[in-house]
């Protein structure tokens, strides 16, 4: 016993005196502690060492010492093949238990690690195609991703490759420079391959690949937050990403494929299961809860299951700054728990939708989906947003059973919540495109409607170019808002409208329309089917007040036209290039569509119902004149080439016009 003693002595005296790194080795894992923190030293029982609070018994450790550099508040985890090595900080030894199996780490956080202590990192680097990483503490910290490939087999812990059960804030710095893969096990029940039970904060230039083959790829109890790092979600069973509270991206790269369920969905509460078998729900009702900030970076996801989403808010959803890449492939599904119908949709939010910046490319190729699905309110003043569905309807039988329809007037006979109609936007609450916005939709399976809102639309700016295979767009309503004021009525005072359909009306309202500025550019299918449309059957009407308005095909019946002159021809050729002038000065010049000698109205041409009945109407606040077969150059386009301000107009001829009446029936 003395021979130890005097062993132990010298060794502590020695660190003391160069400075260097006393190492207690205690199977796989080694604590640093550095000479200028030691401090004293307890031998106790001749069988037990203390160093900084942290109790060793001698006959388990091994101790040497060196130079090695030792960072405060830090553990490294590294892992080889089946087995992993911990090293821990001296100052943080006492409050950090490691259990190790194999290379399944379990790492204890003690409860006493507080503001004082301060925030531990822990470092993960390495390999191991069976083991995990598991962490449980009530702190924060940080989790380093430092080239660390990671598959979990046999579970030890959890079946994550990594699980946080820290229910606070933790920061994952997905370290520049590195790649890193985490694959859980395909045995387990945990919720993701990553799975953080509090906020999770992504960080540094990094990548990180992740495989979820129970549920989610990342899933996280509280928000998710992303700046810089590059995240590959390439299978996940559940969701690629699932969150709760809110999810924010300000910078970095998502790609997400390969989900059985939504690309990236945020809850609004979660509820989650403790390690003691407790459960506890957690109450967002005073927090952010449910919402989606997407402020910059790229998102890239690609969903091809029935009746998903690619991005899901159960709250609002705000996009002011990201390059998004979005696109749905599967089918709609009969939904026997709410007895209806529903399908796919690029951007979903249960609540409110604002789009202020950004690009958004939107695609849905399966049956019934859809560009964009608000259950609130969506409103637009930035930002460019494309949208091309090319799925047809699909509709249920009384008992659930569903079928895909090819043309839009067999969905006539289906109530609402036996169909699902493709469309570029579809909104329950109201629609308001203003100031900077610029949103290009093109439709064509049956029941493709452009946009629609079922309570009203307010465009007061921005650029709208629509073309769809139904109504181009429709402000209507339902049971739950027809009571509401102004309902199903679509008002236009300024910026640009392309609306154009090629089997049913351009713009259709349930209530009334009120034209009072914008540019307005409105194709109907032909026959019944018009370019401006309002409800007069519920004595609603077609109010022009204002702006400038070109109408290929009829007008509304019995509309008011006040302020303007209003002046049409019988007599237009299709493919050519127009220019219309109020007064002497050139107002537009605008490109006709192809026209139609075929069928009625609501058929699929474009514009059907034949040439001796379509109109080009034009509407301007002083005489207007118009000449046909121009040569246009220079100018500002609009309408994806469809239209010209600011154009050089050569050649052409003058088009003879008549003074249109709105009493009367149809034309």
């Not at 031998?43 to 001698?58: P, Q, V």
């Amino acid at each position: 016993m003395k021979k130890i003693y005097a062993l132990l002595l010298a060794l502590l005296l020695t660190i003391a005196a160069t400075a260097q790194t006393l190492k207690v080795t205690e199977g796989n894992v080694t604590y640093l502690f550095p000479a200028a923190q030691a401090g004293e030293m307890t031998f106790t029982d001749g069988t037990t060492l203390t160093i900084m609070n942290k109790a060793f018994t001698l006959s388990n450790v091994n101790m040497t010492i060196d130079n090695t550099a030792v960072t405060d508040n830090s553990v490294a985890v590294v892992y080889s093949g089946t087995t992993a090595t911990v090293t821990i900080a001296g100052n943080v030894a006492q409050y950090v238990d490691a259990d190790i199996n194999g290379a399944h780490v379990n790492l204890t956080q003690s409860s006493l690690v507080d503001d004082v202590v301060g925030e531990i990192t822990y470092n993960l680097s390495g390999a191991s195609t069976d083991g995990e990483f598991y962490l449980s503490g009530s702190y924060k910290a940080t989790v380093e991703l430092n080239g660390l490939t990671l598959a979990n087999v046999t579970p030890y812990q959890s079946g994550a490759a990594v699980h946080i059960q820290n229910g606070k804030r933790i920061k994952v710095k997905v370290v520049t420079g590195t790649t890193n893969t985490l694959v859980d096990a395909a045995n387990g029940s945990q919720k993701g391959a990553l799975y953080i039970k509090g906020h999770a904060e992504f960080a540094q230039k990094g990548t990180l690949n992740v495989t979820g083959n129970v549920k989610h790829g990342i899933k996280t109890g509280e928000y998710f937050s992303m700046k810089n790092a590059t995240i590959h979600v390439t299978k996940a069973v559940g969701d690629g990403i699932n969150c709760g509270q809110f999810f924010q991206m300000a910078s970095g790269t998502i790609h997400i494929s390969g989900t059985g369920d939504d690309g990236i969905q945020c809850d609004i509460d979660d509820t989650e299961t403790y390690p003691n078998g407790t459960g506890e729900t957690t109450d967002h009702e005073e927090e952010d809860s449910g919402n989606i900030y997407l402020e910059g970076g790229t998102i890239n996801v690609s969903v091809t299951a029935d009746a998903v989403k690619c991005i899901k808010s159960e709250g609002d959803m705000r996009i002011s700054g990201t390059t998004i890449v979005a696109s749905t492939s599967g089918s709609g599904v009969w939904d026997s728990d709410k007895v209806k119908t529903k399908a796919a949709s690029c951007l979903s939010a249960d609540g409110n939708m604002t789009i202020s910046g950004g690009t958004l490319t939107l695609t849905s190729t399966g049956a019934g989906g859809k560009g964009i699905n608000v259950d609130g309110n969506f409103t637009a003043t930035g930002g460019t947003t494309t949208i091309n569905t090319s799925g047809n309807a699909v509709v249920a039988s009384s008992t659930g059973v569903l079928s895909v329809v090819t043309t839009s007037n067999q969905l006539d006979r289906y109530d609402s919540d036996y169909k699902s109609s493709p469309k570029g936007i579809k909104v329950d609450g109201a629609i308001t495109i203003s100031d900077d916005a610029v949103i290009n939709v093109t439709t064509t399976g049956a029941g493709g409607e452009g946009i629609e809102s079922k309570t009203r639309i307010d465009i007061t700016g921005g650029q709208t170019t629509i073309v769809a295979a139904d109504d181009a767009i429709n402000a209507s309503y339902n049971d739950d808002t027809k009571s509401m004021t102004n309902a199903g009525d679509f008002t236009i005072t300024g910026g640009y409208l392309y609306a154009c359909s090629t089997g049913n009306d351009g713009i259709d309202a349930n209530g009334n329309v009120y034209i009072k500025g914008g540019l307005v550019y409105a194709v109907g299918s032909g026959g019944a089917e018009k370019s401006i449309d309002a409800n007069t059957e519920e004595q609603k009407k077609l109010y022009i007040q204002g702006g400038t308005i070109i109408a290929v095909g009829d007008l509304e019946n019995g509309a008011s036209i006040s302020g303007g002159t209003c002046k049409y021809t019988t007599s237009w050729t299709g493919n050519s290039w127009y220019a219309l002038y109020n007064g002497s000065t050139l107002e537009a010049a605008f490109y006709t569509p192809t026209k139609s000698s075929s069928g009625g109205g609501g058929g699929g041409g474009f514009p059907g119902g034949g040439s001796s009945n379509m109109k080009l109407i034009v509407y301007t606040s002083s005489t207007p004149t118009l000449k046909s077969g121009c040569t246009i150059s220079d100018g500002t386009e609009y309408f994806g080439g469809k239209a010209k301000i600011g154009a050089t107009v050569s050649g052409g001829s003058n088009v003879s016009l008549s003074n249109y009446s709105s009493g009367g029936g149809r034309w």
